[in-house]
């Protein structure tokens, strides 16, 4: 059964945990859970400035699982614990995701670079962000071995349990490199088998 999102977030706030935000069109900027209001989720961020208006997605993880969302930052300069004016108030929160840190068994998503053996996109320190049929976002850290530039175009193979593996041809669409991380968007290309690809990933889709 999937986790509530507010219950969730009420947690989160409540033990204090970290999260990262992945600003639309570039930045990555640290956070920190402070509570939940009517409205959204405040978070105290560090390291950098969120406009208001901005779209982020806020990756954080919970008791061995993964959890992500979209939201809207609604306002800046909300009043947090520390007494700091470095409060953001996230709302419009959509695209729950809530999986595994560590893949589970049946479950693969590999990206096959030219040479060298797969990686997976499902474990650490890789932090998948976004899965979809047209694409998918993940984040690495920015010392990590995982380079590839702009454009850039590899296979990935996807598997569930219970069905045929399904490959597609991975494109890079933008790489933004900042605050000790690297964020790639991928979109896919010539997929061996566009029906396969769709169930597969309603089945790896958290």
Same mark, same amino acid.
């Given at each position: 059964?999937?986790?509530?999102?507010?219950?969730?977030?009420?947690?989160?706030?409540?033990?204090?945990?970290?999260?990262?935000?992945?600003? $639309?069109?570039?930045?990555?900027?640290?956070?920190?859970?402070?509570?939940?209001?009517?409205? #959204?989720?405040?978070?105290?961020?560090?390291?950098?400035?969120? @406009?208001?208006?901005?779209?982020?997605?806020?990756?954080?993880?919970?008791?061995?699982?993964?959890?992500? &969302?979209?939201?809207?930052?609604?306002?800046?300069?909300?009043?947090?614990?520390?007494?700091?004016?470095?409060?953001?108030?996230?709302? &419009?929160?959509?695209?729950?995701?809530? $999986?595994?840190?560590?893949?589970?068994?049946?479950?693969?998503?590999?990206?096959?670079?030219?040479?060298?053996?797969?990686?997976?996109?499902?474990? @650490?320190?890789?932090?998948?962000?976004?899965?979809?049929?047209?694409?998918?976002?993940?984040?690495?850290?920015?010392?990590?071995?995982?380079? &590839?530039?702009?454009?850039?175009? &590899?296979?990935?193979?996807?598997?569930?349990?219970?069905?045929?593996?399904?490959?597609?041809? #991975?494109?890079?669409?933008?790489?933004? $490199?900042?605050?000790?991380?690297?964020?790639?968007?991928?979109?896919?290309?010539?997929?061996?088998? @566009?029906?396969?690809? $769709?169930?597969?990933?309603?089945?790896?889709?958290?």
């Amino acid at each position: 059964m999937k986790a509530d999102p507010r219950r969730a977030l009420e947690e989160a706030a409540q033990e204090r945990l970290d999260c990262e935000l992945f600003v $639309r069109g570039g930045g990555v900027v640290q956070g920190t859970f402070s509570r939940v209001e009517r409205g #959204g989720v405040v978070v105290t961020v560090r390291g950098g400035a969120v @406009p208001a208006g901005s779209d982020v997605r806020v990756w954080y993880a919970a008791g061995g699982r993964a959890c992500s &969302f979209v939201a809207s930052v609604l306002r800046t300069g909300v009043p947090v614990p520390d007494r700091s004016q470095n409060g953001l108030l996230l709302g &419009f929160i959509d695209q729950w995701r809530d $999986r595994p840190v560590t893949g589970e068994r049946g479950r693969e998503l590999a990206l096959v670079p030219p040479s060298g053996p797969p990686i997976s996109l499902l474990d @650490p320190p890789v932090r998948l962000l976004q899965l979809g049929l047209d694409g998918l976002s993940f984040t690495v850290p920015a010392d990590y071995t995982l380079v &590839f530039v702009e454009q850039a175009g &590899f296979e990935l193979r996807l598997s569930a349990a219970g069905h045929e593996p399904a490959r597609v041809h #991975g494109i890079v669409r933008t790489l933004v $490199r900042e605050a000790g991380h690297m964020l790639y968007e991928v979109r896919f290309a010539d997929a061996d088998d @566009p029906e396969r690809l $769709r169930r597969v990933v309603d089945l790896l889709a958290p």
